[in-house]
């Protein structure tokens, strides 16, 4: 018969959070995380075996979370166009935590060097952009809106830069300006603006 968990699950990854944001996530071991929680080794391993096991978990923590967050933030409006994408927007917005960037850069540099971490994160993000398109109306707008904001809060996860709060709510609201235009990109009209499409035409 199995021993019950003493332990809560919460407490271990909160503390493996806790190693990666102090040390890095190179530094992420299970003995590092079980002195952290003040727990024996033991506890540690009787849920997660290995250390990658642990940064699974984290990571699929970290993903559950934002999932919440985005259904939390579209609340009543689900089928309202872009809805997904807007709630993503509202949480860039209010954004002001450095250390869950510092976590998430750290987590992105561990999946970066493990193949099956690096495929979670991949298939977790497919997901995302494939539910936002789902409900756009303008695919070509909502594409590059999503890429807009997706560029400004990796800048932000990588450590590049750190938005100041007039520069997020100006650069938010500059890209639901976009979103809420009715322009839709239009190839022809781009190539007869182009210097070769210019030249191409007759005297």
């Known amino acids: 018969m199995a021993r019950p968990r003493t332990i809560d699950?919460?407490?271990?990854?909160?503390?493996?959070?806790?190693?990666?944001?102090?040390?890095g996530a190179a530094h992420l071991t299970l003995d590092a995380v079980a002195h952290e929680a003040g727990i024996s080794k033991a506890s540690v391993i009787y849920d997660y075996k290995t250390k990658q096991a642990l940064?699974?978990?984290?990571?699929?923590?970290?993903?559950?979370?934002?999932?919440?967050?985005?259904?939390?933030?579209?609340?009543?409006d689900t089928k309202k166009p872009d809805a997904r994408l807007r709630?993503?927007?509202?949480?860039?917005?209010?954004?002001?935590?450095?250390?869950?960037?510092?976590?998430?850069?750290?987590?992105?540099?561990?999946?970066?060097q493990d193949a099956t971490l690096h495929k979670t994160l991949q298939s977790g993000f497919r997901e995302q952009f494939d539910r936002?398109?789902?409900k756009s109306e303008n695919k070509d707008i909502t594409l590059m809106a999503f890429l807009m904001l997706e560029g400004m809060s990796l800048l932000e996860v990588l450590?590049?830069?750190?938005?100041?709060?007039?520069?997020?709510?100006?650069?938010?609201?500059?890209?639901?300006?976009?979103?809420d235009s009715k322009n839709k990109p239009c190839a022809s009209s781009a190539q007869q603006s182009s210097p070769h499409a210019r030249q191409a035409r007759p005297a």
């Open 87 to 112: 709630a993503r927007l509202t949480m860039f917005r209010k954004f002001s935590d450095s250390d869950k960037s510092a976590v998430a850069f750290q987590l992105c540099l561990a999946m970066a």
């Open 159 to 179: 450590g590049i830069i750190s938005w100041r709060p007039d520069e997020r709510d100006r650069m938010a609201n500059l890209v639901e300006a976009f979103l």
């Open 132 to 134: 936002i398109l789902a």
């Open 55 to 76: 940064i699974q978990a984290v990571v699929d923590r970290w993903m559950r979370n934002w999932e919440e967050e985005i259904n939390e933030t579209v609340g009543a």
């Open 9 to 23: 699950q919460g407490t271990i990854l909160n503390a493996a959070e806790a190693v990666v944001l102090r040390d």
